[in-house]
């Protein structure tokens, strides 16, 4: 079992990896599923003034389909509280990263998923969170 970090889904999205290379990585038996803030990251950049005159005519349509193609963990208390002690933690060290990206992490973790990512680098400052990059 994976979730798929907001990059994975936006490299979906610009045909920079498939669906059956991912799942070719992935294996048999593994499962992508998208954590809800992944959500958020891809919805708020779709609809960012500077992004607004790139977006293709069917591209909403597009990121519905594909978010329709996955399973979604949504961000419940106990992620939620999971949340606050990974973001204290980065606080506590200097190392933040962006809110969203504390969720995935806390989703991933509270789930038991492994984390992939293009990312990497950002997601191994969490304890437990098992990432794997590409």
Not at 83 to 110: F, K, P, W, Y
């Amino acid at each position: 079992m994976v979730c798929l970090d907001s990059s994975v889904i936006i490299d979906l999205l610009r045909k920079r990896v498939n669906l059956a290379q991912l799942e070719l990585k992935l294996g048999e038996n593994e499962t992508a599923k998208i954590p809800s803030p992944a959500i958020i990251e891809i919805i708020r950049g779709l609809y960012l003034n500077s992004n607004i005159p790139n977006v293709r005519e069917n591209e909403k349509e597009r990121i519905n389909k594909l978010f329709s193609s996955f399973p979604i963990l949504d961000l419940d208390k106990d992620s939620a509280v999971k949340s606050g002690e990974i973001e204290a933690d980065l606080i506590n060290r200097g190392e933040t990263i962006d809110i969203e990206d504390v969720m995935i992490a806390a989703i991933a973790i509270h789930n038991k998923e492994k984390l992939i990512t293009r990312n990497a680098k950002h997601f191994e400052r969490i304890k437990e969170l098992e990432v794997e990059g590409y």
